[in-house]
């Protein structure tokens, strides 16, 4: 193989967004957590990451921004979830991110969304046509751009741990907060963004109805990211439980949906990894001990990829298994975890920068798999007349 995706190395980026087209992928979700225009580490990672959005634009291969809030809290506030990365001693430790307890979060959230909007969104945007656009704007099922109430097209952004955010005040703080966020969208000529939620856990804690419920609109999928459990001793393993997560989601958003708790449009939009296996890795960070779900079999990396398919769902009734809503459902999205952080897997070489560390036994196997499973059911050609319902 060429090697890893680099996000210094243009042509590697070039050459790794094109076979992703190739197998039927139709856009990344690049992790965003620092304005490019600043100084420092996080700000030259940040710039690589435009030379990735860029190539997406020389490629018509769109491109979603993925704003990773555990890692913009710790630069802009330093509070340090393990799970993000290494604490130091200086960090306050969290499990939970309270809004109204740690107010700097207010204004983390507020200014780092805006800059994803100025930074990675209208550079990539043809607002008079934002089907074109690089910078993935939602749709509907049928493959209308899909408009706020303002006429403006809606963008798309997904956000990283969303699931931990707290106020204490029933969501009201996290509420205004994402009103002055949607205000400034509108005023560049963005309409009302359109989130995708790391709210999904594999283990049994349910998602809050009531903080999907503060998000209002401008949440239209809930998903796990990366979802982490030390239950599951292989990729085989964490799928079962993957299964388990999704069967309990499904039955509780369709009860809230029908209880008016949260809208009717609302979805659940399946991700999975296909080789974790980074045991010497894990084995060295806070929070991970030796978590790792090695693909042991081709069986357990297509078991997968068919439950990103089975599980990527709309809401319907549970009386009549119709529509929950009047309104066409929104075109969904599944999410394969690959890059060069720690959170997902290698898609397309054998080994990884630290040799066996960090193997990847089935090279591309299942990359291609992707790309024949999307054949089988009939995807590839509908995402080809811009209707497609996977990332």
């Given amino acids: ?42 700000a030259q990672e940040m710039r690589w990451m435009l030379k990735a959005a860029r ?10 921004p993925l704003y990773d809030f555990s890692i913009a809290s710790h630069l802009s506030a330093n509070l340090c979830n393990v799970f993000a990365g290494r ?18 979060l207010q204004q983390t959230v507020v200014s780092n969304l805006v800059m994803i909007a100025d ?16 910078a993935r704007f939602l749709h509907d099922a049928e493959g209308n ?3 706020d109430e303002f006429g403006l097209p809606r963008p798309e952004v997904y956000i990283y741990i969303p699931r931990v955010w707290l106020d204490d005040s029933d969501f009201a703080t996290v509420t205004r907060v994402l009103g002055e966020v949607t205000t400034a969208y509108r005023e560049r000529g963005l309409g009302m963004p359109a989130y995708t939620l790391d709210v999904l856990m594999p283990l049994r804690k349910p998602f809050n109805p009531a903080r999907i419920a503060a998000f209002g609109e401008t949440a239209v999928r809930i998903t796990p990211f990366f979802a982490a459990t030390d239950k599951a001793s292989d990729l085989g393993e964490l799928t079962r439980q993957h299964r388990k997560m999704y ?57 997968a990829l068919e439950s990103l398919v089975e599980y990527t769902s709309e809401p319907v009734c549970s009386e009549s298994g119709e529509p929950a809503g009047a309104e066409t459902p929104f075109r969904n999205s599944r999410y394969v975890y690959a890059d060069e952080g720690f959170e997902a897997t290698w898609l397309c070489a054998e080994l990884g920068p630290e040799g066996e560390r960090y193997p990847n036994r089935y090279g591309c196997e299942p990359l291609e798999g992707f790309g024949q499973l999307m054949d089988l059911i009939g995807e590839r050609e509908v995402a080809e007349g811009e209707s497609s319902s996977e990332e």
């Avoid at 604490?87 to 700097?104: H, I, L």
């Avoid at 084995?283 to 357990?300: K, M, S, Y």
Wanted: hydrophobic share 40%; charged share 25%.
């Fill in 1 to 42: 193989m060429e090697g890893f995706f680099h996000s210094r190395n243009r042509r590697r980026i070039r050459q790794h967004l094109t076979r992703l087209q190739t197998h039927g992928f139709h856009a990344i979700a690049a992790v965003v957590y620092a304005d490019p225009a600043g100084e420092g580490k996080a």
């Fill in 55 to 64: 190539e997406a634009r020389r490629l018509g291969f769109q491109f979603i």
């Fill in 87 to 104: 604490c130091t001693r200086n960090d306050v430790r969290v499990k939970e991110y309270n809004f109204d307890r740690y107010p700097v």
């Fill in 119 to 134: 930074r990675f969104i209208l550079p990539f945007a043809d607002l008079a046509d934002p089907a074109s656009s690089t």
């Fill in 145 to 147: 751009v899909v408009r």
């Fill in 247 to 303: 069967r309990r989601t499904q039955r509780q958003l369709t009860r809230a949906i029908e209880k008016g708790q949260l809208h009717a449009r609302l979805q659940i939009a399946a991700g999975t990894v296909v080789n974790f296996d980074k045991r010497g890795w894990s084995a060295c960070q806070d929070g991970f001990n030796a978590v790792a779900w090695p693909a042991l079999e081709p069986r357990h990396w297509i078991d």
